[in-house]
């Protein structure tokens, strides 16, 4: 598609407008929950402030998790690495550069309004490495490191973080799910060969070496984006329980179901990323289900959750 002389292409347009979105969903779920005892408020100005703290390194993760998976390909081809609109997103790198970037966004609103800190480490620690950098000619400045490190690991940041990720929760099912989309239009994410009534056609220039003769596949995007919105819909039924959740609580849910359902669609997949035998994004569902279990089973044992 091309208007006005800007090539527009469908998958990033899908991507772009997924994210967006994605970000008006948690806007909207913000001020709707109360977290108890707390010195903040959850707001829309600060969801959409914190677009593109969220959003570059999330792309960035999403792009560097897909190199990898195919660097055979890409390393005779560097030049396709920052080609972002020919498709390659991987959704755990997307999740990770999406966690670190919400992360910092939090630590500069913290940073902004001075709230407290607490050590990490143990000053003791900070001090001997302070002293190693002096030695190979960094002057850090006396205790700053640990100041920094203190403020980054904060209090306020970690329960803005758990706050916020609550919001993600909403928005990234829904996100996703438009997103899926746009492999739709770059004819990828296709599953195996099937004869079910759904199954969708690849025309012979897009089919994969060694699946020239097969005709339909399984449209793995469009289960998916299903999926997600079944994610979104569980999400949302929690919520209108009234369930006494602590903050972060939704977030770990949405790690668990989307981990979940990220193992059992990758049987149907073709082309498997794999380290020593093991299907990574399989791995990747499983780290995605224990975290999230654990997390929430920690998070819940102590502190309880509210809405308005």
Not at 254 to 272: D, N, T, W
């Amino acid at each position: 598609m091309e208007t006005f002389s800007l090539m527009i292409h469908p998958y990033g347009l899908l991507v772009g407008l997924g994210i967006l979105v994605g970000f008006w969903v948690a806007s909207r779920f913000a001020r709707k929950f109360e977290i108890r005892n707390s010195k903040f408020e959850l707001s829309p100005n600060d969801v959409w402030g914190s677009l593109w703290w969220v959003v570059v390194p999330g792309i960035v993760g999403a792009r560097i998790y897909h190199v990898v998976d195919l660097w055979e390909y890409y390393r005779e081809h560097l030049a396709l690495i920052p080609a972002l609109w020919t498709g390659g997103l991987g959704i755990f790198g997307a999740i990770a550069g999406g966690i670190f970037g919400l992360w910092m966004f939090c630590w500069w609103l913290c940073r902004r309004e001075r709230g407290h800190t607490f050590r990490l480490f143990p000053k003791v620690w900070l001090e001997k490495l302070s002293s190693l950098l002096s030695l190979a000619g960094f002057q850090p400045g006396r205790s700053s490191l640990h100041e920094k490190t203190s403020a980054l690991f904060s209090e306020c940041v970690r329960n803005r973080f758990l706050a916020f990720s609550d919001l993600a929760a909403f928005g990234l099912p829904i996100g996703q799910a438009i997103g899926r989309w746009g492999n739709f239009f770059n004819r990828e994410l296709y599953g195996k060969p099937t004869d079910l009534p759904w199954g969708l056609f690849i025309p012979p220039e897009f089919r994969m070496a060694g699946f020239e003769d097969f005709t339909h596949f399984h449209p793995l995007f469009l289960y998916e984006s299903l999926y997600s919105l079944g994610v979104f819909g569980v999400l949302f039924l929690i919520w209108r329980k009234r369930f006494r959740l602590h903050a972060g609580s939704y977030f770990f849910v949405y790690l668990i179901l989307y981990g979940a359902g990220r193992f059992g669609l990758e049987v149907l997949r073709i082309s498997q990323w794999a380290i020593f035998g093991i299907n990574v994004a399989q791995g990747m569902g499983v780290l995605s289900i224990v975290l999230g279990g654990l997390l929430l089973y920690s998070l819940n044992r102590k502190r309880s959750y509210e809405r308005n």
